[in-house]
């Protein structure tokens, strides 16, 4: 029975590294009145829905992942942002 809490309390770990809460690129999603499948459509590269909607959520992803979402939201929106107005992370 440790076992199992042991390994309960490692993926509550885990999670709580990688679920880093919303992010700012969800409110500035809102603001410009975008929708995940306007980035999964502007873009030009391998991006998902399930993609944009973890970057959304907080999920922590790789520097290219977030690349990927970046430019597709600049592509959508004519913007030129910048990861730290994207992600807090």
């Known amino acids: ?3 199992s809490n042991e390994t309960n309390e490692t993926n509550e770990i885990d999670n709580a590294t990688r679920d880093l809460g919303p992010q700012p ?3 500035l999603m809102t603001q410009l009145n ?11 590269e391998q991006l998902t829905h399930k993609m944009v909607a973890r ?8 520097s290219n ?8 939201l600049n592509k959508a929106s004519g913007g030129n942002y910048k ?3 994207l992600f807090n992370y």
């Open 83 to 85: 990861f730290s107005q």
């Open 1 to 3: 029975m440790n076992d």
């Open 34 to 44: 975008l929708k995940p499948h306007d980035l999964v459509e502007a873009s030009t």
């Open 65 to 72: 992942t977030k690349g990927i979402v970046q430019r597709a």
């Open 25 to 27: 690129i969800a409110e």
């Open 55 to 62: 970057a959304m959520k907080g999920r922590r992803l790789t």
